[in-house]
C-alpha cells in the first residue's frame, strides 16, 4: 500500500510560480511511475504530467508544456512540480498518483493510476 501527501499549493498572481511535492510512504516509491493531474470545478479530470520509474522520461500535457517540470527523488520518496509562468486557467486542485502496472509507458489517463493523494488547492489570480 502506498499513501501519498501533496503540499506546497497555495495562492499566486498570474506570472508566478509555485512547486508542488508528493510524499509517499513506504519503501517502493521508485517502483512506481508518477504523475500529476488536476481538477478545476465543474470538469473532469485532466493529465498534467507523468515521470518514469528513474526520472529519465517524462510527458506532459499540451498546456503545460514549456511552464511546468515534473521531477523526483528516489531517496526521498518524493515527486515535484515546478510551475512557473502561472495563468488563471491553471486553477485547481492538484494531485499526484502512483502507476504500479506493468505496462511501462507514462500514462495520461487517471484510470492507469493506482493510488491517489488528497490534492492540493492551487489558485492563480489574474
Known amino acids: 500500500q502506498v499513501q501519498l501527501v501533496e503540499s506546497g499549493g497555495g495562492l499566486v498572481q498570474a506570472g508566478g510560480s509555485l512547486r508542488l511535492s508528493c510524499a509517499s510512504s513506504g519503501r517502493a516509491f521508485g517502483r512506481f511511475r508518477m504523475g500529476w493531474f488536476r481538477q478545476a470545478p465543474g470538469k473532469e479530470r485532466e493529465f498534467v504530467a507523468a515521470?518514469?520509474?528513474?526520472?529519465?522520461?517524462?510527458d506532459y500535457a499540451d498546456s503545460v508544456k514549456g511552464r511546468f517540470a515534473i521531477s523526483r527523488d528516489n531517496d526521498e520518496n518524493t515527486l515535484y512540480l515546478q510551475m512557473n509562468s502561472l495563468k488563471p486557467e491553471d486553477t485547481a486542485v492538484y494531485y499526484c498518483?502512483?502507476?504500479?502496472?506493468?505496462?511501462?509507458?507514462?500514462?495520461?489517463?487517471?484510470?492507469?493510476?493506482?493510488?491517489w493523494g488528497q490534492g492540493t488547492q492551487v489558485t492563480v489570480s489574474s
Open positions: 515521470i518514469s520509474r528513474i526520472g529519465g522520461t517524462t
Open positions: 498518483a502512483a502507476d504500479s502496472n506493468l505496462d511501462p509507458s507514462l500514462a495520461t489517463s487517471p484510470t492507469r493510476y493506482d493510488y
